[in-house]
Nanobody, 127 residues
Framework: QVQLVESGGGLVQAGVSLRLSCAAS????????MAWFRQAPGKEREFVAA???????????YYGDSVKGRFTISRDNAKNTLYLQMNSLKPEDTAVYYC?????????????????WGQGTQVTVSS
């Protein structure tokens, strides 16, 4: 049984950094595509970042346009944990952030392509 547990969210001021974690069980994070999505109130769940399985050309990373250059996705294979380093946070980054994985090493950037989801962690950025 795959379980994903996010942590690290909180209330921060604009311009600071925050790192989210996603601890996985029942799944080796390096062997499958892993992703972060976010959902703001009244909006659709939005793709943030994803990383391929290591077996898929070394684990290439992908980012949504709104976070490119500010967010970095990574994983710690020894801890079986996925991370999202978020720098230069903006009020528009306020959302619930979800970790997800799928039954493939290849990345897709739409919600329906992922099979397992965490419960989410709230990030609120004040101006």
């Amino acid at each position: 049984q795959v379980q994903l547990v996010e942590s690290g969210g909180g209330l921060v001021q604009a311009g600071v950094s925050l790192r989210l974690s996603c601890a996985a069980s029942g799944r080796t994070v390096s062997n499958y595509a892993m992703a972060w999505f976010r959902q703001a109130p009244g909006k659709e769940r939005e793709f943030v970042a994803a990383i391929r399985a290591i077996s898929w050309r070394g684990g290439l990373t992908y980012y949504g346009d709104s976070v490119k250059g500010r967010f970095t996705i990574s994983r710690d294979n020894a801890k079986n944990t996925l991370y999202l380093q978020m720098n230069s946070l903006k009020p528009e980054d306020t959302a619930v952030y979800y970790c997800a994985t799928r039954e493939s090493g290849a990345v897709v950037m739409y919600r329906g392509g992922y099979d397992y989801w965490g419960q989410g962690t709230q990030v609120t950025v004040s101006s």
